[in-house]
């Protein structure tokens, strides 16, 4: 087996032509030098130095040889830099699951703050319902996912709650219930509601309390996301119910933004699989996360 040690000996030698130049090369002495290239000879099975008047003159064979050992040495300076920035998290790849309204807003921001100081890392961004997103934790197919807070516990994931929301109520400029700051919830019920599909977590909670108020909604539309549904609000085709941080989507100039009572709340969570702790990278992902959770709330969208 070949020693490190050796082979850099032998590639300065080669490269700089004599003993005294790769001992200075390599901070060492010339008789180490003499004996790793000895050692190395032996190793190799085959003759490398010709002996002449106590001078080495390289053989064809270690010509041929220090081809090899030149792209080992550099392959191996590689791998010490790639373990370099590895451990400092400047490379990796992360696969991020995430649900639309997230993928729109905050997660944005984080993605922006996260590259810059990590441009040499990639970041791929999966964009799911909280059931998938779950599966994905399961599966251990992502290495960090953002959703609103269920028992993922079930589903292999380790949850970690980031904030506290409060559904807010969004009106069309002009809209009668627009002088109100807080929506009593029986004061919809004649309302259009532009709403999430059916399945998704925030659409099942709000059908939930307007069942145990006795208020029977009229959907005029289902959208998959939240950024669809705030435009069509904008346009006048109805109302909706939405997660907070749609603040990021809205215009003001066309959308008025009202609290609720009774409250729909949960909160946001940060999900990790089960025994795959987060890499560095990733842990630099999730911290440049908290900082754009942290804005939110000093902008008082979430708590």
């Not at 850099?8 to 005294?20: E, N, T």
Request: aromatic share 6%; glycine share 6%; proline share 5%.
């Amino acid at each position: 087996m070949f020693k490190p040690q050796e082979l850099k000996a032998f590639d300065a030698y080669m490269r700089l032509g004599g003993v005294k130049l790769a001992a200075e090369q390599l901070g060492t002495s010339q008789p180490m030098i003499s004996r790793l290239l000895s050692s190395l000879e032996d190793k190799a099975g085959f003759e490398l130095f010709q002996r002449k008047r106590n001078r080495l003159a390289p053989t064809p064979e270690a010509f041929r040889f220090h081809q090899t050992v030149a792209r080992h040495i550099a392959g191996m300076r590689t791998l010490e830099q790639e373990a370099s920035a590895i451990a400092s998290g400047q490379v990796g790849h992360l696969v991020i699951a995430a649900q639309p309204i997230f993928c729109d807003t905050f997660l944005l921001d984080a993605l922006a703050r996260f590259r810059k100081d990590h441009p040499h890392a990639t970041v791929q961004i999966v964009d799911v319902g909280m059931a998938e997103m779950l599966r994905l934790i399961s599966e251990q197919r992502c290495d960090l996912a953002f959703g609103i807070t269920l028992n993922a516990e079930a589903f292999g994931g380790d949850t970690l709650s980031l904030a506290h929301c409060e559904a807010q109520c969004i009106l069309p400029k002009g809209h009668p219930l627009g002088a109100m700051e807080d929506i009593p919830l029986p004061r919809l019920r004649k309302e259009m509601f532009i709403d999430l599909s059916l399945g998704s977590p925030l659409r099942r909670r709000i059908d939930h309390m307007m069942e145990t108020i006795h208020v029977h909604r009229t959907i005029a539309a289902e959208l998959r996301t939240i950024h669809g549904i705030v435009r069509l609000v904008e346009r006048g085709e109805g109302i909706a119910i939405v997660d907070p941080v749609a603040h990021q989507l809205v215009d003001f100039e066309r959308i008025s933004i009202h609290r609720l009572m009774p409250a729909i709340t949960w909160d946001i969570a940060q999900f990790v699989p089960h025994d795959r702790p987060l890499s560095t990278v990733g842990q630099a992902f999730a911290e440049a996360v908290s900082y754009e959770i942290e804005n939110l709330k000093r902008a008082g969208i979430v708590s």
